[in-house]
T-cell receptor, first 114, second 111 residues
Framework: NAGVTQTPKFQVLKTGQSMTLQCAQD?????MSWYRQDPGMGLRLIHY???????DQGEVPNGYNVSRSTTEDFPLRLLSAAPSQTSVYFC?????????????FGSGTRLTVV | GQQLNQSPQSMFIQEGEDVSMNCTSS?????WLWYKQDPGEGPVLLIA?????ELTSNGRLTAQFGITRKDSFLNISASIPSDVGIYFC???????????FGTGTRLQVFP
């Protein structure tokens, strides 16, 4: 099993550009989440999903859109990139975040917005 | 938003020493989890705690779920160089599906 796969691993964007960070899991997990990691801030929840067709906002959703058309995929869209969105982004999936020992994480996408 | 206060922010210890770190919150959590992150990688689960007062070990690691359900601690005994990394606590908030992370403790181990 590949687990949670994130692409790309690195990306540089210009301010105002748009892009989609891809996330796919092959574990048939219902729960998927996107986190961003910034120095001294830990991991902050952007958006999460409890199943196909269902998404909800996390702690820092502004500037990001998500959709969940299939169980396997949970893309994160930046519509108009800003320097404040420079960060490392992690996608994670779980059968049940509380009951089954939390999330399995991808290896991250390092995004720089100039 | 919700925050987990994790301390200390960083630790510099000598190989063989014991380590203790903790997480506190003003909110009640149903589940406490401890993760470790190696450089360039995503966090990996170390220990999961499901009941108030629960004490769980995983090798040299021991973690406890606080009685008030608002705190948790992680101990590492006899540290070794491969313990180096960032340790995160995480909690499932109330009856929600959200998993909230602490700010992390960066551990450095010197030989």
């Amino acid at each position: 099993n590949a687990g949670v796969t994130q692409t790309p691993k690195f990306q540089v964007l210009k301010t105002g550009q748009s892009m989609t960070l891809q996330c796919a899991q092959d574990m048939n997990h219902e729960y998927m989440s996107w986190y961003r990691q910034d120095p001294g801030m830990g991991l902050r929840l952007i958006h999460y999903s409890v199943g196909a067709g269902i998404t909800d906002q996390g702690e820092v959703p502004n500037g990001y859109n998500v959709s969940r058309s299939t169980t396997e995929d949970f893309p994160l869209r930046l519509l108009s990139a800003a320097p404040s969105q420079t960060s490392v982004y992690f996608c994670a999936s779980s059968y049940s975040p509380g009951a089954s020992g939390g999330y399995t994480f991808g290896s991250g996408t390092r995004l720089t917005v100039v | 938003g919700q925050q987990l206060n994790q301390s200390p922010q960083s630790m510099f210890i000598q190989e063989g020493e014991d380590v203790s770190m903790n997480c506190t919150s003003s909110s009640i959590f149903n589940t406490w989890l401890w993760y470790k992150q190696d450089p360039g990688e995503g966090p990996v689960l170390l220990i999961a705690l499901y009941k108030a007062g629960e004490l769980t070990s995983n090798g040299r690691l021991t973690a406890q779920f606080g009685i008030t359900r608002k705190d948790s601690f992680l101990n590492i005994s006899a540290s070794i160089p491969s313990d180096v990394g960032i340790y995160f606590c995480a909690g499932q908030l109330g009856n929600t599906d959200k998993l909230i992370f602490g700010t992390g403790t960066r551990l450095q181990v010197f030989p």
